[in-house]
Nanobody, 117 residues
Framework: QVQLVESGGGLVQAGGSLRLSCAAP????????MGWYRQAPGKPRELVAA???????NYADSAKGRFTISRDNAKNTVSLQMNSLKPEDTGIYYC???????????WGQGTQVTVSS
């Protein structure tokens, strides 16, 4: 059973920063692409950022220039540094893991991010 555990969510003022982290099983982290998705109230879950095992990244347009995704292959964690936060960044942020040798896709429980006006 694959378990992903997110942390780092919270309440911040517009313009502030948060750093989200996700811990993944060491047995599969090294062969996985990791991502962060956001689900706002009444909206579908959308990709925010993703990173491959060798460090290639991609970002949603809304995240470019403000968010940075990174991974620590020694600690089996992926992080999302979020700067210059805006109220529209509010939502539940989910950690996602995709095995590169299969089509298996796993989700964490999510961590709430709320950005006040």
């Amino acid at each position: 059973q694959v378990q992903l555990v997110e942390s780092g969510g919270g309440l911040v003022q517009a313009g502030g920063s948060l750093r989200l982290s996700c811990a993944a099983p060491g047995s599969i982290f090294s062969i996985s692409t990791m991502g962060w998705y956001r689900q706002a109230p009444g909206k579908p879950r959308e990709l925010v950022a993703a990173i491959t095992r060798d460090g290639s990244t991609n970002y949603a347009d809304s995240a470019k220039g403000r968010f940075t995704i990174s991974r620590d292959n020694a600690k089996n964690t992926v992080s999302l540094q979020m700067n210059s936060l805006k109220p529209e960044d509010t939502g539940i942020y989910y950690c996602n893991l995709v095995l590169i040798i299969a089509t298996n896709n796993y989700w964490g429980q999510g961590t709430q991010v709320t950005v006040s006006s």
